[in-house]
């Protein structure tokens, strides 16, 4: 079956920095677009970042652009986000997601599978 894993969360001071790793087992990796979302406590789970399946094409939300890249390893059957310039309100449980449509999306229904979620915490 479909797992996707991710790792790399833990507690950093405002203005350090993170590498997630989402390692996918269960697909062909390749055939799918990959994105990024992330959900804080009490608020709806928010759309991060997305790749497509080939790595050329990224998308970002508009509160994270600039600070986190998005990237890719096929070969690895594994995504990437590297955040950077972290804040606190960038506290959050972080998932990623997998979706097999041809245009990047940020709408969450779009993504056909779903890891666990790390969590990340930024100090003030």
């Known amino acids: 079956q479909v797992s996707l894993v991710e790792s790399g969360g833990g507690l950093v001071q405002a203005g350090g920095s993170l590498r997630l790793s989402c390692a996918a087992s269960g697909l062909t990796f390749s055939d799918y677009n990959m994105g990024w979302f992330r959900q804080a406590p009490g608020k709806e789970r928010e759309f991060v970042a997305a790749i497509s399946w080939s790595g050329r094409r990224t998308y970002y939300a508009d509160s994270v652009k600039g600070r986190f890249t998005i990237s890719r390893d096929n070969a690895k059957t594994t995504a990437y986000l590297q955040m950077n310039s972290l804040r606190p309100e960038d506290t959050a449980v972080y998932y990623c997601?997998?979706?097999?449509?041809?245009?990047?999306?940020?709408?969450?229904?779009?993504?056909?599978?779903w890891g666990q979620g790390t969590q990340v915490t930024v100090s003030s």
């Open positions: 997601a997998a979706d097999r449509t041809y245009d990047l999306t940020y709408r969450a229904n779009d993504y056909d599978y």
